[in-house]
């Protein structure tokens, strides 16, 4: 069974839009993690969060927030989706004792 | 984190050993190399990491030169699921609260 699952995993949404992005962990990793990935390119990181009570900005957080509701769970949002916000969306999680980060399956997120 | 330099991609044929090279000029010494690999439309996961020693698993073995300038992914005989996009990153072992940075990778093609 899956670590990490994301859902939706697809979504098409208009310009404007306020859409949420869901996370869910189930071996109880203290970090999660949110990647934006543009079509032939790396991964960016867009927020991340060591514990409940700890969210970090990425390089690319303008236009996004998060939530992290629970240990095992990490939402984010676009308040106001625009076009360029079309990507393949990531959450990953890790333990704070080892460095290897487990990755959901991916949300394919369109705005039109 | 120290930078990485990968090929942009890589062609193996099917059930030969593969070399995924990354150079890293400017590795600290308390920096781990990691290597993680992306699947077509999946996440990334893990492949491994090491610091001084070779270190082998049962996906890859990670060889590192001497003066850790550089290191090497080797794939000891390519299927054609092994293609995907690899990742080589450095990680201090300090580094606490920062999370990982993913470049652009090799994207490796494996021919039946």
């Known amino acids: 069974d899956a670590d990490v699952t994301q859902t939706p995993r697809n979504r098409i949404t208009k310009t404007g839009k306020r859409i949420m992005l869901e996370c869910s962990q189930t071996?109880?990793?203290?970090?999660m993690y949110w990647y934006r990935q543009d079509p032939g390119l790396g991964l960016q990181l867009i927020y991340y969060?060591?514990?409940?009570?700890?969210?970090n900005k990425g390089e690319i957080s303008d236009g996004y927030s998060v939530s992290r509701q629970a240990q095992a769970k990490f939402s984010l949002s676009l308040e106001s989706a625009i076009p360029n916000q079309t990507a393949l969306y990531f959450c990953?999680?890790?333990?704070?004792?080892?460095?290897?980060?487990?990755f959901g399956p991916g949300t394919r997120l369109t705005v039109l | 984190d120290a930078k990485t330099t990968q090929p942009n991609s890589m062609e193996s044929n099917e059930e030969e050993p593969v070399h995924l090279p990354c150079n890293h000029s400017?590795?600290?010494?308390?920096?781990?190399i990691h290597w993680y690999r992306q699947l077509p439309s999946q996440g990334p996961e893990y492949v491994i990491h090491?610091?001084?020693s070779n270190v082998n698993n049962r996906m890859a073995s990670l060889a590192i030169a001497e003066d850790r300038k550089s290191s090497t992914l080797i794939l000891h005989r390519a299927t054609l699921r092994d293609a995907a996009v690899y990742y080589c990153?450095?990680?201090?072992?300090?580094?606490?609260?920062?999370?990982?940075?993913f470049g652009k990778g090799t994207r490796l093609s494996v021919i039946a």
């Open positions: 090491g610091l001084t």
């Open positions: 990153i450095l990680r201090a072992w300090n580094s606490g609260n920062t999370p990982l940075v």
């Open positions: 071996k109880g990793h203290d970090r």
């Open positions: 969060s060591f514990d409940v009570k700890d969210i």
């Open positions: 400017t590795i600290s010494g308390t920096d781990y």
């Open positions: 990953a999680a890790s333990g704070a004792s080892t460095d290897t980060q487990y």
